[in-house]
């Protein structure tokens, strides 16, 4: 499944925004509405993703609550101010999916604990390729100080940043 992934992130940051100005337009002058409910879903990913890109937050909770939250609140807006399969409600259920598939799917990667990376554990045996093709070994970089850098994935370009 991890192959979709690169699929997901930007026509949902896409969809999200655009959702934000068609459910605000649709506001007219009526503050509160079911047009309401997609804009708590959506905006606050939008802001997430903003935030998150513009490299001013490096961690974040592992469940991203406040999305959760938002999603929550919007779909009970949704729920009590529009009846189902209105286009406000069906914007705010595609969100609130989006949002949990963001946080639960998109943002977690599959791969089970390595026990031999513990802190106070020797590094274990390996080797790595240089940037130039000369191959080093575990040995090499324990000899020395080294710094080693371990990047989360490129299909992520949250992580890429």
């Not at 974040?60 to 929550?72: D, N």
């Not at 274990?124 to 070994?137: R, S």
Request: with cysteine; hydrophobic share 45%; net charge positive.
């Amino acid at each position: 499944m991890d192959q979709y992934k690169k699929y997901f992130l930007l026509p949902f940051i896409l969809f999200s925004f655009f959702s934000v100005l068609y459910s605000a337009t649709n506001l007219n002058d009526q503050l509160f509405s079911a047009w309401l409910g997609p804009i708590m879903v959506f905006l606050p990913f939008i802001i997430f993703m903003v935030v998150h890109m513009s490299g001013t937050i490096a961690r974040t909770s592992e469940s991203l609550w406040s999305l959760i939250f938002f999603s929550i609140i919007g779909l009970l807006i949704s729920l009590v101010l529009s009846e189902e399969q209105s286009p406000p409600f069906v914007l705010t259920s595609i969100g609130t999916l989006g949002n949990l598939l963001y946080i639960f799917w998109y943002s977690v990667k599959d791969r089970q604990y390595n026990k031999s990376f513990k802190i106070g554990n020797y590094l274990p045996n390996f080797t790595l390729k240089t940037l130039k093709g000369h191959i080093i070994t575990s040995k090499y970089i324990t000899s020395s100080p080294a710094l080693i850098l371990i990047y989360r994935g490129n299909w992520c370009p949250i992580c890429i940043k």
